[in-house]
């Protein structure tokens, strides 16, 4: 079975913590942008992004704002750490 550049991101990018206080979506957006554009991939709008995330049963909690459990890791958290000082990516960047 082929996987979607969402499962790529999510096998490259995010570490369970269990005790760590997780990531919120749009932390996840943002890494999610650093990674596609290290690696040449077209990224998806925020709606799209997030129901991927629910497809690949990535939990969120506190109304779908915080993903527990879950930690950068990677090239990409490098990238994205570096470049947060921006503005963060709006959910609803386009396709």
Do not use: N
Not at 27 to 55: H, I, M, N, T
Not at 65 to 79: E, S
Request: proline share 7%; hydrophobic share 40%.
């Amino acid at each position: 079975m082929t996987k979607t550049p969402l499962e790529d991101f999510l096998t490259e990018c995010v570490a369970a913590d269990p005790d760590g206080d997780g990531l919120s979506v749009e932390e996840l957006y943002g890494l999610y942008l650093s990674w596609c554009g290290l690696d040449g991939v077209v990224p998806v709008g925020g709606k799209q992004f997030s129901a991927g995330l629910r497809a690949a049963k990535v939990r969120t909690e506190h109304r779908g704002r915080r993903c527990p459990g879950l930690r950068m890791t990677g090239p990409a958290a490098c990238d994205y750490l570096i470049h947060r000082e921006l503005p963060l990516a709006v959910m609803e960047a386009p396709a």
